[in-house]
C-alpha cells in the first residue's frame, strides 16, 4: 500500500477540485480525505495500491476543468484511519 499527504498548489480552490477529487478517488479506488487550506492550496491524504495512487495523481496534475494546477508536493505519510475518501 502506498500513502502520501500531498499539497496542490495553483487555481484549485473556487474550482470544484475537492468535489472532483472525490469522485476520481472512488474511480480508482483509492481512500483518504481531501481539504483546502488557507494559503490557497488543497491539501489530500491518499492511499491505496500504488498504481491507483498514481494514477489518481497524475489526474491531480490536471485536475477539474477550471483548475490550473502548477505542482504537487508529495511526502510519505500513515493510513487514513477511517474507509472510503471524503471531504474534510
Not at 20 to 44: F, S
Not at 49 to 61: D, F, I, K, N, Y
Request: with cysteine; glycine share 12%; charged share 25%.
Amino acid at each position: 500500500m502506498t500513502v502520501l499527504r500531498v499539497v496542490i498548489v495553483g487555481r484549485v480552490q473556487g474550482v470544484g477540485y475537492r468535489d472532483w477529487m472525490v469522485r476520481e478517488a472512488a474511480r480508482h479506488g483509492v481512500r483518504g480525505w481531501v481539504r483546502n487550506r488557507p494559503d490557497g492550496t488543497v491539501e489530500a491524504l491518499v492511499a491505496g495500491e500504488e498504481e491507483a495512487v498514481q494514477a489518481l495523481l497524475s489526474a491531480c496534475r490536471r485536475g477539474p476543468l477550471l483548475a490550473r494546477v502548477h505542482g504537487i508536493v508529495e511526502e510519505a505519510a500513515e493510513p487514513p484511519a477511517e474507509q472510503g475518501f471524503r471531504r474534510a
